[in-house]
């Protein structure tokens, strides 16, 4: 199985087994890595599930709709490679995929 | 007989996220999590969005795996239905007649889908979309159903309605106000999406009320309006709101009505029993401090917060933003903030380009938005209400300057306390 990279708040890194289908952020929450809030169960309404992506590997993802880059535009401690979890779909092509929670807004 | 140091009655948004919160706060206690429905903590919105369309499975819309509940050692308690609360002995007891201590109790219950107070409400094919069982067995009707009638133009009916024109339906929906939504919001977001609506298909029925339900071999076949006339229908979806489930509250002398009231620290009138989510009236800093109960999963986590930090010893003030959204067809709905006792709504952006706010003013200062695919306007309006300084509605109603310009000219002098 795919795996996803996992750095949470307190530094730690893990690898997760990651099923393709799922988004970055439902991978999180079920592996039961409870940092991301993610309120509105992924609907893009939100912005309660931010990660950031390793810039290695940033633009091997398909680039973020225009309401999810405005969405990042609201939060602190935005970054360059800042994502929203839940519109990362993951898959096969995405193994080894590396993201680290973002600090708390 | 079982006790607990905190109790958590009613195991939606609410309970669960005060039983996540606890944990997060390194809560050591014991915890019980009693829902009446059968199922793992799960999120209900998709339950007239995506989970209805078919997009979603359920195992998607759980709030925490299975596992997650043991690891944090939170006893889930499923099926098991809290009929009254007994404030001097701190204890609840349970429909069969069980009971279950506690220090502290957390009352999470939301609400029942409110019915249809006429003949016919409670026949088979006639379906509120409140739960999981509802939201499944509407769906096993699906397929046989070809004319749906929905009543009720809020969120629930809209998103639905939405749904199954989607699905190749014919979908009636009756609305007793003269526009949609009209609980929630200002004509110009309704009439939009009336026209939305309509232009999928849905059959809109505004300024009509409903005289009962009609049968034909013990299930409903038609809704018959106060006009007279009957509107055939195969299956019926009721969005009529909820009435929050506080009777046990109520019985126990908690105060309140339409709700159970609490303080800003989620506190009832009951010693060590605290009320959260949908079924807790409150005086909301966004409502010019008005009473009033959300129905929204913002309200449900936040209150939880506040909730656990009560219960473990870092009290601080309810205090959030409201905000909600909602899906229907391709459109994005975002909205910040109450848009109920606005003195002025102004439109921002075009409806014909289907990308527009309506922004919504008292004395001068930006109360709520209604955004439809405008997300930019939602991030940036949503500072404006939280800083809740005075505007220029000349200025906001220009899409060439940013929302956030308004606050950056005013300088951020922040008029509500924090």
Redesign the interface.
Same mark, same amino acid.
């Given at each position: 199985m795919a795996s996803l990279i996992v750095t949470t708040r307190d530094g730690a890194t893990r690898p997760l087994p990651a099923d393709a289908g799922l988004s970055v952020m439902e991978v999180i929450r079920d592996n039961g890595i409870d940092e991301l809030l993610a309120a509105c169960g992924g609907s893009l309404s939100c912005a309660t599930c931010h990660v950031i992506v390793d810039p290695a590997q940033a633009l091997t993802l398909p680039p973020p709709s225009e309401a999810e880059r405005e969405l990042l535009d609201g939060l602190d401690h935005v970054a360059p490679t800042s994502r929203l979890g839940c519109q990362i779909a993951f898959d096969e092509r995405l193994d080894g995929l590396r993201v680290t929670i973002a600090p708390e807004s | 007989m079982s006790d607990y140091d905190v109790v958590i009655v009613g195991a939606g948004q609410a309970g669960a996220q005060t039983a996540?919160a606890l944990? *997060?706060l390194r809560y050591q206690g014991t915890i019980a999590l009693i829902g009446d429905e059968h199922e793992l903590p799960y999120?209900r919105?998709?339950l007239t969005? +995506?989970y209805l369309a078919g997009e979603k499975s359920f195992e /998607?819309?759980l709030i925490?795996?299975a +596992?997650?509940w043991q690891?944090k050692t939170v006893d889930l308690r499923p099926g098991c239905r809290i009929v009254a609360v007994d404030p001097a002995a701190r204890r609840v007891t349970a429909a069969d007649g069980s009971s279950i201590g506690y220090r502290r109790l957390v009352w999470a219950t939301g609400g029942a889908a409110r019915r249809l107070d006429c003949p016919g409400a409670a026949l088979a094919r006639v379906h509120s979309v409140r739960s999981r069982a509802d939201a499944d067995l509407l769906s096993s009707e699906l397929p046989a159903a070809r004319r749906v009638v929905v009543i009720g133009g809020g969120y629930i009916g809209l998103e639905a309605a939405a749904v199954l024109v989607g699905a190749g339906k014919e979908v009636t929906l009756i609305e007793a106000q003269q526009h949609v939504l009209a609980r929630m919001s200002g004509t110009m977001l309704a009439r939009f999406l009336e026209a939305e609506h309509r232009s999928r298909g849905v059959t809109l029925r505004l300024g009509t009320t409903v005289h009962g339900i009609e049968e034909h071999d013990g299930a409903a076949c038609g809704v018959r309006l106060t006009s007279g006339e009957l509107v055939p229908a195969d299956l019926v979806i009721v969005g009529v709101g909820i009435v929050p489930a506080v009777a046990p509250l109520l019985a126990a002398g908690a105060r309140g009505g339409n709700g159970v009231e609490v303080d800003a620290l989620c506190r009832t009138s009951l010693t060590d029993v605290y009320a959260i989510g949908d079924c807790a009236t409150h005086a909301n800093a966004f409502a010019d401090g008005a009473r009033i109960r959300l129905e929204s999963? *913002?309200n449900a986590?936040d209150m939880a917060g506040t909730v656990a930090r009560a219960i473990v010893g870092v009290a601080h003030p309810y205090y959030a933003v409201p905000?909600f959204?909602s899906?229907q067809y391709d459109l /994005?709905l *975002?909205t910040v903030g109450l848009a109920a006792g606005h003195d002025l709504a102004v439109l921002r952006g075009t409806v014909a380009a289907r990308s527009f706010s309506v922004i919504y003013l008292r004395q001068g200062r930006v109360i709520a938005l209604d955004c439809v695919?405008a997300?930019?306007d939602?991030?940036?309006g /949503?500072?404006l209400v939280e800083s809740g300084v005075e505007v220029r509605s000349d200025l906001i109603v220009d899409t060439a300057i940013p929302l956030i310009q308004a606050l950056q000219s005013e300088g951020i002098v922040p008029i509500r306390a924090a």
């Open positions: - | 996540i944990r *997060q999120e919105p998709p969005k +995506a /998607r819309l925490r795996p +596992a997650f690891e999963v *913002q986590n905000w959204w899906n /994005r *975002q695919n997300t930019k939602y991030v940036q /949503r500072k």
